[in-house]
């Protein structure tokens, strides 16, 4: 099976959004279930961007604000777009498997229990379209934070492909490292880092 290319131009864009479910500008492609959003992936080449939500939730009434953004919707195109309530019945085997939303166990009677498991909401994933997950996030985002987190996540990406391609390239190693770091996320750059460090005794790529 082939991957979604690893085009940068493609890389800035993310988010998938429900048909009916949410107040998004209608300039958005809009898939309504991941079985939709990973089939034009295959077409497009475009890699999925998804957002996971709950009505009237405060995080993500303020994520529909940056969603109508005329620079986030441009930069969205780069994506596939995927949209799912995190506590939509429907939903559940994607939330489940991916640990996203909020789970309903049954409860006696047939009646749910309202437990709930999996709670970090809005949940932004980006995958590719065998469900690979590239890079995930928590929380809402004004538009230029999220314009920038675009810009790092198309970094992180590209930089992941490429280790797919060269595992034994301690530049991209070290690249990738570092660029987790500056995401503020150690626990995923560290190891990098580390690697980087052992494949390149040198350190020609400044990784120490």
Same mark, same amino acid.
């Given at each position: 099976?082939?991957?979604?290319?690893? &085009? !940068?131009?493609?890389?800035?864009?993310?988010?998938? &959004? $429900?048909?009916?479910?949410?107040?998004?500008?209608?300039?958005?492609?809009?898939?309504?279930?991941?079985?939709?959003?990973?089939?034009?992936?295959?077409? $497009?080449?475009?890699?999925? @961007?998804?957002?996971?939500?709950?009505?009237?939730?405060?995080?993500?009434?303020?994520?529909?604000?940056? @969603?109508?953004?005329?620079? &986030?919707?441009?930069?969205?195109?780069?994506?596939?777009?995927?949209? %799912?309530?995190?506590? +939509?019945?429907?939903?559940?085997? @994607?939330?489940?498997?991916?640990?996203?939303?909020?789970?309903?166990?049954?409860?006696?009677?047939?009646?749910?229990?309202?437990?709930?498991? @999996?709670?970090?909401?809005?949940?932004? %994933?980006? %995958?590719?379209?065998?469900?690979?997950?590239?890079?995930?996030?928590?929380?809402?985002?004004?538009?230029?934070?999220?314009?920038?987190?675009?810009?790092?996540?198309?970094?992180?990406?590209?930089?992941?492909?490429?280790?797919?391609?060269?595992?034994?390239?301690?530049? &991209?190693? +070290?690249?990738?490292?570092? %660029?987790?770091?500056?995401?503020?996320?150690?626990?995923?750059?560290?190891?990098?880092?580390?690697?980087?460090?052992? !494949?390149?005794?040198?350190?020609?790529?400044?990784?120490?």
């Amino acid at each position: 099976m082939r991957r979604p290319r690893c &085009v !940068l131009p493609a890389l800035l864009a993310l988010c998938v &959004v $429900s048909v009916c479910s949410l107040s998004l500008g209608e300039e958005l492609t809009r898939h309504g279930s991941w079985a939709a959003a990973q089939a034009a992936s295959r077409t $497009s080449g475009k890699f999925i @961007f998804v957002y996971i939500y709950e009505h009237n939730q405060e995080g993500c009434l303020a994520m529909e604000s940056t @969603f109508s953004d005329a620079a &986030v919707v441009r930069a969205l195109q780069g994506y596939e777009m995927l949209a %799912l309530n995190g506590d +939509a019945r429907q939903n559940r085997e @994607f939330c489940e498997h991916y640990r996203v939303g909020t789970r309903y166990d049954e409860g006696r009677g047939g009646k749910e229990d309202g437990r709930m498991a @999996f709670a970090a909401i809005p949940a932004l %994933l980006f %995958l590719d379209y065998n469900g690979r997950e590239y890079y995930r996030t928590y929380g809402s985002y004004a538009p230029d934070t999220f314009l920038l987190l675009l810009g790092q996540v198309a970094r992180v990406i590209e930089y992941q492909c490429a280790l797919a391609q060269r595992p034994q390239d301690a530049r &991209v190693h +070290a690249d990738l490292g570092r %660029l987790y770091l500056e995401m503020g996320r150690t626990p995923l750059g560290k190891p990098l880092l580390e690697t980087a460090i052992k !494949l390149d005794p040198d350190n020609t790529t400044g990784a120490r």
